[in-house]
C-alpha cells in the first residue's frame, strides 16, 4: 500500500496499527515484541514505539517470560493493564436500566437494575443523565479513571451520530440525540449500539461464536431480530439497520404488526405472541399439563421439554417460522454457526431440532450440512453487550487513541 500524504491519513494508519497491536497483547499476552512484530506484520521499529507509548500510558505492562526447558535469562513479555480504567456500560429495556462499572478487561466492579418508566415528564435522555449522577455519586469510592460510555438499547438507531430515532415500548422517544448529551455532561467518548447488534459482537469477542468467522445470531424476545456476523464484522454495524428478520411475513393474513405490515414473523414468535398463542390453543384443548398452573415462558419450556404434546407442538411451531428464514440466510452468508438467544431456549431439547430440521430441508444441503444450532452464552440482560462496545473500540483503535493522548 502506498502510503498518503495527507496527516488524516497517517492517523488512520497509526490508529489502526495500535488498535492491531493492543489486540493481540490482550488476546495473547504475555508476548514478546519480537512475536507482536511478526503476528501484527510490523517492523521492530514501530512496535517499539507504539508499545512505549502504551507503557508510559499505564495501558500495558511488562512482565517476565519463562520459555518452558529454557535455562537462559526470561525474555520480556507485555500484558494489558486494565484495571486502573473504568468505563460506564448501560442497557436500556422494557422499563428497567442496568448501570454498570466495568474495567477494560470487561469485568464487572458493580452493576445496579433500576426501573425506568415508559412514560415520563421529563425527556428519556434527561432521566438517563439523572440515573447516570446518582450512580457515580452512589459508587464514586469504587470508581476509577472514565474512560467512555457504552449505551445498547432496542430501537432504530444511527450509530455514527449517536442519534436514537425511536425505542418501543418509550414512544415519546422520537429523534433523541442521546450520544452528545452525555458525551457533553461527562466528557467521554459515547458509544451507542442496537442492543442485539450489540448482543452478537459480545458472543463474538468473548462467548459461543468466538473464534468463528460467520454467524448468524437470532434473538427470540419481546422483539424478533438477528445480527450477522461475515468474515469477523459486524453487518451494518456502522449505520442504523439491522438485520430485520423479526419484519418478514411469515402470513400474509396474519396480525397488524406495529411497522404497518401484516403477519410479521415477530406477530407470531415473539415470546409475547407465543403465550397469548398457547392460552388460545389451552382453551381448546383438555388434556395439557399446562392447565393448572400459571402459562409462562418458564412453564411453557418446562411442559415440552416434559413431553406435553400441546407444549412441544407451540414451541416446534417457533423453530419452524425461525427456520424457514433462517434457510434463506443461510443460502445467503454461509454461516458456520447459528445462535439462539432466547427465553424460549428453555425448551432447547424441542426449539433447537425444529429450527435445524427446517434449515436442512429448505437450504442448500453442502451449506446447511455442518450447521450447528446452539444457544447464546450470555442471556438477554446484564450489560456485557455494551463491554464488546468498549472492547471493539480499543481494538479497532479510536477509544485507544484517545487514551494514549491522555
Ligand atoms: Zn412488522
Known amino acids: 500500500m502506498v502510503a498518503d500524504s495527507q496527516p488524516g491519513h497517517i492517523d488512520q494508519i497509526k490508529q489502526t496499527n495500535a488498535g492491531a497491536v493492543y489486540r493481540l497483547i490482550d488476546q495473547l499476552g504475555p508476548v514478546s ?10 517492523a521492530p521499529a514501530s512496535i517499539t514505539k507504539i508499545v512505549r507509548e502504551m507503557l508510559e500510558a499505564h495501558l500495558v505492562q ?4 519463562q520459555e518452558p526447558g529454557s535455562r537462559g535469562r526470561p525474555a520480556v513479555g507485555l500484558m494489558v493493564e486494565t484495571e486502573a480504567w473504568h468505563y460506564l456500560s448501560l442497557r436500556i429495556s422494557r422499563g428497567e436500566i442496568y448501570l454498570a462499572l466495568r474495567d477494560l478487561s470487561s469485568k464487572l466492579v458493580v452493576e445496579d437494575r433500576l426501573e425506568l418508566a415508559l412514560h415520563a415528564e421529563q425527556p428519556l435522555e434527561m432521566r438517563i443523565v439523572a440515573l447516570i449522577d446518582r450512580f457515580f455519586i452512589h459508587h464514586q469510592h469504587k470508581l476509577e479513571r472514565l474512560t467512555a460510555i457504552a449505551i445498547t438499547l432496542p430501537g432504530i438507531i444511527d450509530t455514527e451520530n449517536g442519534i436514537v430515532h425511536r425505542m418501543p415500548f418509550y ?3 422520537k429523534e433523541m440525540p442521546l450520544g452528545e448529551v452525555l458525551k457533553n455532561h461527562t466528557g467521554v467518548p459515547v458509544y451507542i449500539q ?7 459482537m459480545a458472543e463474538a469477542l468473548f462467548g459461543a461464536s468466538r473464534g468463528a468467522r460467520d454467524v448468524i445470531q437470532v434473538v427470540i424476545d419481546h422483539n424478533v431480530g438477528a445480527g450477522v456476523i461475515t468474515d469477523g464484522r459486524l453487518l451494518h454495524a456502522g449505520s442504523s439497520s439491522l438485520v430485520e428478520i423479526g419484519h418478514t411475513q411469515v ?3 396474519g396480525r397488524l404488526c406495529y411497522c404497518g405490515n401484516h403477519g410479521c414473523l415477530e406477530t407470531i414468535a415473539s415470546v409475547d405472541s407465543v403465550l397469548e398463542m398457547a392460552q388460545v390453543r389451552l382453551s381448546q384443548s383438555m388434556s395439557s ?12 419450556c418446562q411442559a415440552a421439554q416434559q413431553g406435553d404434546l400441546l407444549a412441544k407442538d407451540i414451541i416446534t411451531g417457533v423453530g419452524t417460522h425461525i427456520g424457514r428464514i433462517l434457510a434463506i440466510m443461510v443460502n445467503l452468508f454461509n454461516p458456520q454457526k447459528i445462535l439462539i438467544g432466547s427465553p424460549l431456549s428453555q425448551a432447547s431439547d424441542v426449539l433447537f431440532p425444529a429450527i435445524a430440521d427446517c434449515i436442512r430441508q429448505q437450504s ?11 444457544s447464546t452464552q450470555f442471556t438477554n440482560q446484564g450489560t456485557m453487550a455494551g463491554a464488546a462496545l468498549v472492547k471493539d473500540a480499543m481494538y479497532n483503535g479510536s477509544l485507544l487513541i484517545r487514551l494514549l493522548q491522555g
Open 33 to 42: 515484541r519480537i512475536d507482536l512484530s511478526r503476528l501484527a506484520q510490523l
Open 62 to 65: 511488562e512482565t517476565e517470560i
Open 171 to 173: 414512544e415519546d422517544v
Open 194 to 200: 442496537h442492543d442485539i447488534s450489540a448482543w452478537t
Open 364 to 374: 442448500l444441503p453442502a451449506y446447511s450440512k455442518h450447521i450447528a444450532v446452539e
Open 289 to 300: 399439563t399446562l392447565h393448572g398452573q400459571p402459562l409462562t415462558v418458564e412453564s411453557l
Open 251 to 253: 402470513d400474509p393474513y
